[in-house]
């Protein structure tokens, strides 16, 4: 690739200030014209009058601009000169390279690298730079120490069993799980057929509506239980800390203050009969 020999401070010259911006443009490209084709500063007018686009211009008078005008224009600032009917580039040679130079540059290069390329400089990479690793295995002692240690072979955890379906019901009603020890209870407690799982939401979504605590998942499924039956839920929920009864009824075991609460008024005003067989 060629290159273009420019001084930062070209457009401060005198003879680009006079040419303009679209002077200034196809100046440059008539010098990048000529170091890529090694002119040696030479643009034939059939090249220098399509360097530049100037499709839509017009001068002051509102004539359409054409490239021949503004390549006259350089020829009057002294940047370019004529050539019979092409166009020389003013002192080109005295700031870039000739045509000479640039294909003795090229060989000389060319001969270098075929020079080094022959030579012991470059050579096919047949050995390897290291050698391969080496693995150094470590035995593994499976006798298991009485105290876990270092040489207790690693147990695998067990993968956690999968949330029951009444527990993703639960997530889809409340935005997240019930607690993980109440897993059972819902297994046990609620089937994962579509009807009861459609029970039990809308028992979740009663509970929540009337402000209970949607941790209390014993009173939740009392709820459930009372739906299935056909029965309205109770409106007072169940103790907290109490728990399903173990008869499978889907009931709940009542703590005694509740029990004695139920009681009819006055019932301990009642007089109290021994029985006959009572001694």
Request: with cysteine; charged share 30%.
């Amino acid at each position: 690739m060629a290159w273009v020999r420019l001084d930062d401070h070209f457009d401060e010259h005198p003879k680009l200030a006079a040419a303009g911006a679209l002077g200034i443009a196809l100046w440059t490209t008539g010098l990048a014209y000529c170091n890529r084709n090694l002119t040696d500063g030479l643009i034939p007018s059939s090249i220098a009058h399509r360097l530049i686009s100037t499709e839509g211009l017009y001068d002051a008078s509102g004539r359409e601009l054409h490239c021949r005008d503004i390549a006259e224009q350089l020829v009057d600032c002294g940047l370019w000169e004529r050539d019979g009917d092409d166009y020389r580039v003013h002192d080109y040679l005295e700031f870039q390279p000739s045509r000479d130079q640039v294909l003795e540059e090229r060989e000389k290069a060319r001969v270098r690298m075929q020079r080094r390329r022959s030579s012991r400089e470059v050579r096919a990479n047949n050995k390897r730079s290291s050698d391969a690793p080496k693995p150094k295995p470590k035995p593994i002692n499976h006798q298991t120490s009485s105290d876990g240690g270092a040489d207790a072979p690693a147990r695998r955890k067990r993968p956690a069993a999968p949330p029951p379906a009444a527990a993703e019901a639960y997530r889809q009603v409340c935005e997240r799980y019930p607690r993980r020890e109440t897993y059972p209870l819902l297994a046990e407690k609620v089937a994962d057929d579509e009807a009861s799982l459609g029970t039990f939401r809308r028992a979740i979504s009663l509970w929540v509506a009337a402000k209970h605590d949607p941790n209390n998942v014993a009173g939740i499924l009392d709820w459930y239980g009372d739906l299935r039956e056909g029965r309205n839920p109770n409106p007072r929920p169940p103790h907290a800390n109490s728990r399903a009864s173990p008869s499978g009824n889907g009931r709940t075991a009542q703590p005694l203050e509740r029990t004695i609460a139920d009681l009819p008024k006055g019932w301990l005003q009642e007089p109290f009969e021994e029985s006959e067989d009572q001694s």
